[in-house]
């Protein structure tokens, strides 16, 4: 057996791949920025990154990826587990064993010809309780130079791995061996096979085929989300696709909030919001964009931590009025995936100006037909930025203990039927909205976009095991006696009868927050309804804005038919889930149902 690393196990994990995937030779990443210059000159040599404008884009690349390779792929996902059950309705699901077994022969000799890297990651700050670590093996230098923005890639990770921590095995493999004199691709990958894989029970994710975001860096989804949350469930604690905020009051007086939408739906612009000038008083600032780990403290408060350590964000609509500080934060050392390149190189994407340059290369790499309604960057073309260049991340967002939250706040997109905001009743009921919210989907994944479908807390693609056993998870912590935020559903998408957006959204969602703030405060009026608690038209702070009354009351109005309509949809959602899902569940639905039908 060779040498590469201290720790027995980790260095039998190694051997083992190198013997499987066969790669030209082995290097173990350090994370420091020589070893990022030197990656990404090895990407402008080989055509994968285009170098842009030094004085524009200082420390910036541009790449675009093969159009088979452009998203998540959820129907290629797969929790694999002893027990069917364990991973429920709405995952993918395989024998661990049977599954390897499949994976062995497609890796066998598929880093012929690469580089394979071994890079030690940490998610969350080193040394938090919160944070665990990863060893992510991989053929592509792409995902090591995203990973060293999106993960922290320390050497103390292989200290730490020697001391007896614990780590996930991250097994990446872009499918596409180089065989004897062959030219690269731009963007390797295997354009047919792809499985995302993982193994909870024994802390492995083997992903193949895909060089792209959630499906190739490993620490984000897969880890952060998937095992994670497998994890949280047999530790006691959450793991959420949910960002985490801090709001400040004119007074100084500060809370944390954190915001589950599925993806594409607004968690990158809500965290980095900058409020309107006449709430100029209120600050809001970013803990993370992505993905939140929960623990209850001792004190029976809930801590949040963002395990990320860069933000991989949605370009399209992200411009200097929607996102300012989004707009500021990729201004420096960014990786641009599948946006339009000019001549000069500059970027752009639908949405960052009105109008796109004279000449352009779409992301396909092909030069702009200006005659054309062809999208210049992909939907999800997407920026990777380290966090620390956020003009308003959070003063405690590396805080070892996390951040007290006080309110969760669930969002959907959807375009008719669910209000602006909602508060709910209690605890049980929040947990009923979250888990049974629906939304339309979006480009962050592969298939067909704007069709409603349930997203359970926005954790539709990411919950790694049974459904079921999360809702009830959830349900458990309202049972003990600790001091439980408030739960609030939100939608910024609801659409008028021409199809435009009714609700201005993004800084204007500050007057929403400020209404959230209040109420946790006491000093907030609501109505009490049939489906929740819900602000008047006087109970929101409007400014100078000429949002009125009528826009309001057709943004919050509830068409009981409509409702009793969803309502019924719930009780077949349940049946999906075999009526594994929590009894309260049931009294919940009865009572909304009942007094629906009594108003
Ligand atoms: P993931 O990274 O995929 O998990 O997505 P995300 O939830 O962080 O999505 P993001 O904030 O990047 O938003 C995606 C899209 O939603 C962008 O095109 C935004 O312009 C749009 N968007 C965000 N907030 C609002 C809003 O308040 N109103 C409207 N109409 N659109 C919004
Ligand atoms: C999402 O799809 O929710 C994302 C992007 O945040 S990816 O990392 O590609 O999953
Ligand atoms: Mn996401």
């Not at 050392?333 to 779409?362: A, C, H, M, R």
């Not at 409509?562 to 049946?575: I, P």
Request: proline share 6%; glycine share 8%; net charge negative.
């Amino acid at each position: 057996m060779k040498h590469f690393v201290d720790n027995h196990n980790l260095n039998e994990y190694i051997n083992d791949v190198v013997e499987i995937v066969n790669p030209d030779q082995v290097v173990i990443c350090d994370g420091s920025e020589s070893e990022y210059k030197n990656l990404c000159t090895k990407l402008v040599n080989s055509g994968t990154f285009i170098a842009l404008d030094k004085d524009k884009w200082p420390n910036c690349y541009a790449c675009n990826s093969d159009p088979s390779d452009v998203a998540r792929v959820e129907d290629r996902t797969f929790i694999c587990t002893t027990n069917k059950d364990d991973v429920g309705p709405t995952n993918n699901w395989e024998d661990p064993a049977k599954m390897k077994h499949q994976l062995s022969a497609l890796l066998k000799d598929s880093m012929t010809g690469r580089t394979m890297y071994i890079i030690p990651f940490c998610m969350g700050p080193i040394g938090s309780s919160f944070s665990k670590y990863g060893i992510q093996i991989t053929d592509s230098p792409y995902v090591v130079v995203n990973m060293h923005i999106t993960t922290r890639v320390h050497p103390t990770v292989l200290k730490k791995i020697n001391e007896g921590y614990e780590f996930v095995k991250c097994l990446h493999s872009l499918g596409a061996p180089l065989l004897d004199k062959q030219v690269d691709k731009k963007w390797p990958c295997n354009p047919t096979v792809k499985y995302i894989c993982h193994f909870p029970e024994t802390n492995e994710i083997i992903s193949y085929g895909s060089g792209y975001g959630g499906n190739a860096l490993l620490g984000k989804k897969c880890f952060g989300l998937r095992i994670s949350s497998y994890m949280a469930y047999k530790q006691g604690w959450l793991s959420e696709h949910m960002l985490i905020m801090g709001i400040e009051n004119p007074q100084g007086e500060k809370k944390y909030f954190a915001a589950a939408f599925p993806s594409a739906c607004g968690k990158t612009n809500f965290s980095m919001l900058i409020p309107p000038k006449e709430l100029d008083g209120w600050k809001i600032t970013t803990v993370g964009d992505d993905i939140a780990w929960i623990k209850l403290g001792s004190d029976g408060v809930f801590y949040a931590v963002n395990p990320e350590n860069g933000f991989f964000g949605v370009a399209p609509g992200t411009n200097e009025s929607t996102n300012p500080n989004a707009i500021a934060t990729l201004s420096a050392n960014t990786i641009f995936t599948n946006v339009g390149v000019t001549p000069d190189g500059d970027v752009w994407w639908e949405g960052l100006t009105k109008q796109p340059p004279s000449i352009v290369y779409n992301w396909k790499g092909e030069l702009h037909d200006t005659n054309s309604d062809q999208k210049i960057a992909h939907p999800n073309a997407r920026f990777s930025s380290p966090a620390i260049q956020c003009p308003s991340i959070d003063p405690n967002w590396e805080s070892f203990e996390g951040v007290p939250i006080s309110a969760f706040i669930f969002g959907g997109r959807r375009s008719a039927s669910i209000p602006l905001i909602l508060e709910s009743f209690n605890w049980n009921h929040g947990v009923y909205n979250a888990a049974t919210m629906a939304s339309e989907t979006t480009a962050a994944a592969f298939g067909e976009q704007g069709v409603v479908r349930r997203d359970p807390f926005a954790m539709l693609p990411f919950c790694g095991y049974n459904m079921a056993n999360y809702f009830k998870h959830w349900i458990g912590f309202g049972e003990r006696k600790i001091k439980l935020p408030k739960i609030y559903n939100v939608n910024w998408f609801r659409k008028d009868s021409a199809g435009k957006f009714i609700w201005p959204g993004f800084s204007e969602n500050m007057r929403i927050l400020k209404w959230i703030f209040q109420r946790i405060n006491g000093k907030a009026n609501a109505l009490n309804t049939s489906i929740g608690y819900m602000p008047s038209y006087e109970d929101i702070d409007w400014g100078t804005t000429n949002f009125n009354k009528d826009d309001f009351n057709s943004i919050m109005s509830i068409n009981k038919d409509e409702w009793l309509n969803e309502l019924n949809l719930h009780l077949e959602l349940f049946k999906k889930y075999n009526n594994q899902i929590p009894d309260e569940f049931y009294d919940i639905n009865f009572n909304l149902q009942k007094s629906m039908k009594a108003d």
